[in-house]
Antibody, heavy 120, light 110 residues
Framework: EVQLVESGGGLVQPGGSLRLSCAASGFTFSSNSMNWVRQAPGKGLEWVSYISASSSTVHYADFVKGRFTISRDSAKSTLHLQMNSLRAEDTAVYYC?????????????WGHGTLVTVSS | QSALTQPRSVSGSPGQSVTISCTGTSSNVGGYNYVSWYQQHPGKAPKLMIYDVSKWPSGVPDRFSGSKSGNTASLTISGLQAEDEADYYCCSYAGSYTWVFGGGTQLTVL
């Protein structure tokens, strides 16, 4: 089955760190660029970060730049998001989203999400 | 980048058509033909409905259609069905491998 499964969310104090993972299966993970998209409780979707298929290109939304790091392990078909210096406003469900293999410009497969709560 | 502007809610009766607008700028919607639309049911992951402004992914009914004029993209759902009731989000490529989403539109099928 083609799927993405996120893990690693939880409750963390402001200023703390958390590492999210996204396990891919059912497709050739190394062929697709990947993204993280988040959704605060009751709010809309917000793009967070992008990594190319080869890991040579990474980009971040301004609100996480310098705090979050995206990476991938193609041997393990896993995407990661290292989140440091977490703030209350980072509280959200974090989704990993696959970019289409032919083009990077849209997200054709999403995971179910993992909830990150930043609170003291 | 500021979020794209969508109406907070739209509604329609079964069988009718509704259109959801998505307004951005020349730096995103107006500058690229890379607008996509996502459907999200409560508690579920988003699902791709339209990509590259007006193309359908496999499995999405052609009742869903997309278009763009200038800085505004639109999603039209014809022949409304009860299962279409969901939140809809537009998304546009914004250059330099960044993307911007709309605030979301809640569709109610009356």
């Amino acid at each position: 089955e083609v799927q993405l499964v996120e893990s690693g969310g939880g409750l963390v104090q402001p200023g703390g760190s958390l590492r999210l993972s996204c396990a891919a299966s059912g497709f050739t993970f190394s062929s697709n660029s990947m993204n993280w998209v988040r959704q605060a409780p009751g709010k809309g979707l917000e793009w967070v970060s992008y990594i190319s298929a080869s890991s040579s290109t990474v980009h971040y939304a301004d609100f996480v730049k310098g705090r979050f790091t995206i990476s991938r392990d193609s041997a393990k078909s896993t995407l990661h998001l290292q989140m440091n210096s977490l703030r209350a406003e980072d509280t959200a469900v974090y989704y990993c989203a696959r970019a289409a293999v032919v083009t990077d410009w849209y997200f054709d497969l999403w995971g179910h999400g993992t909830l990150v709560t930043v609170s003291s | 980048q500021s979020a794209l502007t969508q109406p907070r809610s739209v509604s329609g009766s079964p069988g009718q058509s509704v259109t959801i607008s998505c307004t951005g700028t020349s730096s995103n919607v107006g500058g690229y033909n890379y607008v996509s639309w996502y459907q999200q049911h409560p508690g579920k992951a988003p699902k791709l409905m339209i990509y590259d402004v007006s193309k359908w992914p496999s499995g999405v009914p052609d009742r869903f259609s997309g278009s763009k004029s200038g800085n505004t993209a639109s999603l039209t759902i014809s022949g409304l069905q009860a299962e279409d009731e969901a939140d809809y989000y537009c998304c546009s490529y914004a250059g330099s491998y960044t993307w911007v989403f709309g605030g979301g539109t809640q569709l109610t099928v009356l």
